[in-house]
């Protein structure tokens, strides 16, 4: 029987989830409501897949939660959210989830989607698909891993650096120059004094910049060579 550990802040939501789940034939292993008591369940006890809110009590939301889970854990995760708008599901739209449930969501739609994140995440663990590493980031007192492939750019300012993810965004009294050298050079290209940015999510660029998704990024002069050859183009 698969078990799984639900993390929600509603406390009437979380008992008709673990009725229903129940009925399901899945064993609910624990109900909590925030990231500290779910990383210390998670060290004492496994689990096979994490039933998430987004919005839950404490500094960290259910978004830096997966994160710290994902870094420590080969578990799937179905985010919950009662946030229906494309900007909002689009910043959870990422590698560090097996999918989500928009509230109120019907029977049908939570088994759906705890079968489907079950079977995606064996299916990425058939295939040996792992992160490939992560940066390690303090927010709000507390260690973030942030997976390299969340990364999307990086821009200067000053004496800090603005970290700019899938998910969100981070601040960090740190200079560039410094995350340059941490993340690994096959992934992340200099392409101007002020930004660094993941090759991956770079979907069109010229002489002048790169665009990833709607953010426009200018390159330094005589890169755009370079840029050619890293994206072996």
């Known amino acids: 029987m698969k078990k799984i550990l639900i993390v929600e802040d509603e406390q009437e939501l979380a008992n008709n989830i673990c009725e229903i789940l129940a009925n399901l034939n899945y064993k609910v292993a624990a109900v909590v409501d925030n990231a500290v008591s779910a990383l210390e369940f998670l060290e004492a006890n496994s689990v096979d ?84 590493g992560s940066l390690k980031i303090m927010d709000k007192g507390y260690l973030v891993p942030v997976p ?39 992934q992340f290209l200099r392409v101007h004094k002020s930004f660094l940015v993941n090759i991956s999510f770079i979907n069109s660029f010229n002489a002048k910049k790169v665009n990833l998704g709607e953010t426009s990024i200018p390159i330094r002069r005589g890169l755009y060579k370079e840029l050619l050859e890293k994206l072996n183009l």
């Open 148 to 186: 390299y492939s969340e990364i999307t750019y990086l821009k200067a300012d000053g004496l800090y650096t603005k970290v700019y993810t899938k998910a969100k965004s981070y601040l960090i009294r740190d200079i560039l120059k410094s995350f340059e050298e941490k993340l690994p050079s096959k």
């Open 49 to 132: 897949l994490v039933l998430m809110d987004i919005l839950i009590h404490g500094d960290l939301d259910g978004i830096d939660l997966a994160y710290k889970i994902r870094d420590s854990y080969d578990l799937p995760i179905v985010f919950s959210t009662a946030y229906s708008g494309t900007e909002y599901l689009e910043r959870i739209s990422s590698d560090i989830h097996e999918g989500y449930l928009l509230k109120p969501f019907t029977l049908d739609s939570l088994k759906t989607a705890v079968f489907f994140g079950l079977k995606h995440h064996e299916e990425k663990l058939a295939k040996g698909k792992k992160e490939k």
